[in-house]
């Protein structure tokens, strides 16, 4: 009798090892076939992407031939080398002072944000766009370009020019680095005429009639005088 018991307890425990063998072997077919993807980010090849160094709170003198030009202040500063072309960045807004041989200040400059491309010397100004020059003059944009190597500025959008003689506006703006020779084109503005004739306020008044008067009268009396004394 245990040799049979024993014979079915081998038996029962074969059967229940092919029911779960059946039982889970369609579930790993189907997981098999229906592999769960997970959703990741591409990774990131390109370094360019990356600033190579990151600076905040730059308050710093730059030089150009080894001289002292400028003072760049800026909440933060990026630096990237690697990016074709290179570039510093400045998405917190940049201010500049601007100076002579003698370290004068000659103007100064602002925007929201600025790019400048070291290798064409290219600054781009962008937002809120502002110069102010010893002379008074007032410049603002909202898109401005400072080429190093012409030593020149320009701009393709609305541009307003204010000096203490004349105001002007215009889409198209072109000046040397001073601001002293500029040309503002597709323009409309307000000035007097002397800057268009060279001819001054006191031409373009109309004499006083009594001043009139006192050079006419003894002209007038003359020639009176004449006609009675003529044969």
Same mark, same amino acid.
């Given at each position: 009798m245990e040799g049979r018991l024993k014979v079915k307890k081998d038996k029962s425990k074969k059967v229940k090892g092919v029911f779960y063998l059946l039982t889970f072997l369609p579930f790993c077919f189907f997981s098999c076939g229906n592999e769960v993807k997970e959703h990741t980010a591409p990774p990131i090849f390109d370094r360019d992407s990356v600033s190579m160094m990151t600076s905040y709170g730059v308050n710093t003198l730059i030089s150009d031939s080894g001289v002292i030009k400028y003072r760049i202040v800026t909440e933060r500063w990026d630096v990237n080398m690697?990016?074709?072309?290179s570039r510093w960045t400045f998405e917190k807004g940049v201010f500049f002072e601007q100076f002579d041989e003698k370290f004068h200040v000659q103007a100064y400059i602002q925007a929201d944000t600025a790019w400048y491309y070291d290798q064409q010397k290219l600054w781009h100004l962008r937002g809120r766009v502002r110069i102010r020059n010893i002379n008074g003059l007032i410049y603002t944009s909202e898109e401005l370009y400072w080429d190093g190597m012409k030593h020149e500025l320009y701009s393709n959008v609305f541009s307003k020019v204010v000096t203490p003689e004349r105001q002007m506006e215009g889409s198209y703006f072109r000046s040397d680095e001073q601001m002293r020779h500029y040309m503002v %084109? /597709? %323009? &409309?503005?307000s000035f007097e005429r002397e +800057?268009? *004739?060279? =001819? %001054? &306020? @006191?031409? =373009? !008044?109309? !004499? /006083?009639? @009594? +001043? *009139?008067?006192t050079v006419e009268e003894p002209m007038r009396q003359a020639a009176q005088k004449h006609r009675r004394t003529a044969p």
């Open positions: 690697v990016r074709h072309p %084109s /597709n %323009s &409309k503005g +800057d268009m *004739t060279g =001819e %001054s &306020k @006191a031409e =373009e !008044q109309p !004499q /006083n009639p @009594a +001043d *009139t008067a």
